[in-house]
């Protein structure tokens, strides 16, 4: 089975001149850092079969930043038993430093669960297999970091609502935040990318059987009230980068079935979060109040 996939894995990357050119055109600028740091910078990320020549975009976008990173890592089920069920592609860029762990599929919080739990005092960002990322998008997580070490730092975020001491619906909330600001009604959005400082939360935002019983498809919802029980405001950094680039916008609106819109959307997303709430609401409250 795993070579059949291989073989039409490969056949799509072939006849897709782009994620070539990308895959063999690596240069020395796509490369991690050798120089230590105090706390060293991880991008955590993770994908699947369909979007593997998305991920090969959004690799290459992450090698070529301007501020590199001291590891990359990906994530994928280890339902894949060796590099050799990868197409050449992906696997091309272990010589340039990524590295892929193969484990248990716990879906999107593959990406940021197993990097929590292994790297304890590193810097973890998060990052999405569909996106192309500007050169400076690490840079300014980074940097807004250094000068504000206690925040989750992002790019993106809604801003939460709240009425009468409740929290609307999401459909309400505003969207894309567009200032500089550091608060805890600041809801984090995966897709731009998210920095962790060391030691972020505690070993409660490893709870499985938590997370995947009460919001399964919600990682957004989950570390975001992690953040609030753990007393983590939200920054917005300066200079944000506003508009980001899908690799793949035709398949994200034809064919979104299995992303994770259509399990959140119709309520999906409000009803995850009155599931924590019932777990975490006071430390909620607490803090949007």
């Not at 959004?58 to 069920?85: A, V």
């Not at 484990?103 to 998060?126: H, L």
């Not at 690490?138 to 929290?167: C, F, M, T, W």
Request: proline share 4%; charged share 25%; aromatic share 12%.
């Amino acid at each position: 089975m795993k070579k059949i996939l291989n073989t039409k894995l490969h056949l799509r990357f072939v006849f897709n001149p782009l994620i070539r050119l990308m895959a063999d055109n690596l240069g020395a600028e796509c490369c991690i850092n050798k120089k230590p740091r105090k706390h060293p910078v991880i991008v955590s990320l993770t994908s699947y079969e369909e979007r593997f020549d998305d991920l090969v975009i959004s690799l290459y976008s992450i090698f070529r930043q301007t501020l590199k990173p001291d590891r990359i890592i990906l994530w994928l089920s280890d339902e894949f038993k060796s590099l050799n069920d990868l197409p050449y592609e992906i696997t091309r860029f272990l010589k340039n430093g990524l590295e892929i762990c193969f484990v248990k599929d716990i879906r999107s919080y593959t990406k940021v669960i197993y990097a929590f739990r292994e790297f304890k005092d590193s810097v973890i960002i998060t990052a999405d297999d569909d996106i192309y990322y500007p050169k400076d998008w690490l840079e300014k997580l980074y940097y807004s970091y250094i000068a504000h070490p206690e925040d989750i730092q992002l790019h993106r975020a809604h801003r939460v609502i709240l009425k009468n001491g409740q929290i609307q619906p999401y459909e309400s909330w505003r969207k894309h935040v567009e200032e500089e600001s550091a608060r805890y009604d600041n809801f984090l959005t995966g897709v731009g990318g998210v920095l962790y400082p060391p030691a972020c939360f505690s070993n409660e935002v490893l709870r499985e059987d938590i997370f995947l019983k009460y919001a399964p498809y919600a990682d957004d919802i989950w570390l975001w009230v992690m953040a609030l029980v753990h007393n983590r405001k939200i920054r917005v950094v300066q200079n944000h980068i506003r508009t980001l680039a899908c690799t793949d916008i035709f398949r994200q609106i034809f064919q979104h079935k299995r992303t994770l819109y259509a399990h959140n959307s119709k309520g999906a997303n409000d009803r995850q979060l009155q599931n924590l709430m019932k777990y975490y609401g006071q430390n909620i409250m607490n803090r949007l109040g």
